[in-house]
């Protein structure tokens, strides 16, 4: 028998949109962040720019264990609205090298679904991963990109749990290779053609510059359980 005070989801929307149209009137470019973990509800985010999400289960766990892959495809990347993915690290330890496997968890599940890391913490491990990501030129217009889930990514994983984000620009290539497993001796199999590289390739670890094995169009290498590896090819 009493009045419960509430905000609708068309409210909302209404309150974004409101918002969009004021930062168009001011002739600046429309930048809302939709707080919206675990509540990607598409009326109310359509005039949103970022989708904000992984607020839920923060603590030590690996990011693997915390969010299912589908999970992440339905809820997080921010297709379904056309906005920017966010993924908040919320990361728990007392130990530094253990924020830092924990930091590698993170950057390696947000980036093969194209996510951006929101919240770096003082470790700096996050700004150091970016920085092959970037020198490569990941997010310029000439860069192609293939997630994991499209239909002809031109990379193929073979003796593993692992899924890869392919990136092309300039006659090279970097592949982004993130454990869902238990880690292992992993082999790439490369469509050079697709890529744009040449057939006799080589390869490298784009963070350790370690070289890496070659056999015709496949690269052998270790990735550890939950961990990340950036290959570049050449």
Known sequence: G???PSMGIFNYR???KRTAVMFHEMGKKPLIVAHMTNADILPMLSFATFCLDFEDKYGATDFQDRFSTDFILAESIGLQCGMVPMGLGGMVSDDPKEM???SRTF???ALVHEIKSWGYY?????HRTHIPLFEFGYGLED?????????????RIEGG????????RGGKAMVILTDFGDGGNLTLVVDAKALGV???FTAQDAQTKEKLEVTGNRIRLPLKRHDYRMVLIE
């Open 2 to 4: 009493k009045l419960q």
């Open 14 to 16: 209404q309150l974004m």
């Open 100 to 102: 830092i496997r924990l």
């Open 107 to 109: 950057f390696g599940v």
């Open 122 to 126: 003082d470790l700096d491990e996050l």
């Open 143 to 155: 860069c192609k990109v293939w997630r994991y889930w499209d239909a002809e990514q031109p990379v």
């Open 161 to 168: 749990n692992a899924k890869a984000l392919a990136l092309a």
């Open 198 to 200: 040449k057939s006799a």
